[in-house]
């Protein structure tokens, strides 16, 4: 399916590619879904991978509650900009590394349903009018929200399905 242009567009698409992510990772054993990247990726292993999706969403909902209620965000996060994304990436790794692959999946179906939430509140105009809140800048509500769901599943099954590969 091409980028969302609607609601029901994102909707399904992000939908659909957090399945497909999900349902590829379930195809595997648990010794598997454990299993170590090879060296030179910053996410280790799966568990990395999701942790990173999740607390994306967590970015975007700060993002959306700040903006939503007439603030400028910080964004990507307080401290980074968008050229300093690799560093921030990073320190999304660090912070859960700890975390348990069964913990970061339920963190990040409850963080997805969040962001789901939020395209449901919202009509086609709220989301994918250029500049209709000050904080999206530029652009739009809907392509935040592309970036953190359908987009961003999309590259964590491909960088999966090359390391499972390996």
Do not use: C
């Amino acid at each position: 399916m091409a980028r969302p242009k609607t609601k029901e567009e994102l909707l399904t698409l992000s939908q659909k590619n957090f399945e497909k992510l999900f349902n590829f990772i379930e195809s595997f054993s648990k010794e598997v879904q454990l299993k170590s990247f090879r060296e030179g990726t910053l996410n280790r292993n799966i568990g990395d991978v999701l942790a990173h999706l999740h607390h994306w969403h967590l970015l975007l909902l700060d993002w959306y509650k700040i903006g939503m209620a007439g603030k400028k965000p910080q964004m990507p996060a307080e401290g980074y900009t968008w050229k300093t994304m690799p560093e921030l990436n990073k320190e999304i790794q660090l912070k859960y590394r700890k975390t348990g692959l069964d913990e970061v999946k339920k963190l990040l179906k409850s963080s997805f349903e969040e962001v789901q939430n939020i395209i449901k509140n919202h009509s086609n105009e709220e989301l994918f009018t250029k500049k209709k809140y000050h904080w999206t800048g530029s652009t739009s509500l809907g392509a935040y929200l592309i970036s953190a769901t359908s987009s961003h599943y999309d590259w964590a099954l491909k960088l999966i399905k090359k390391q499972m590969k390996n």
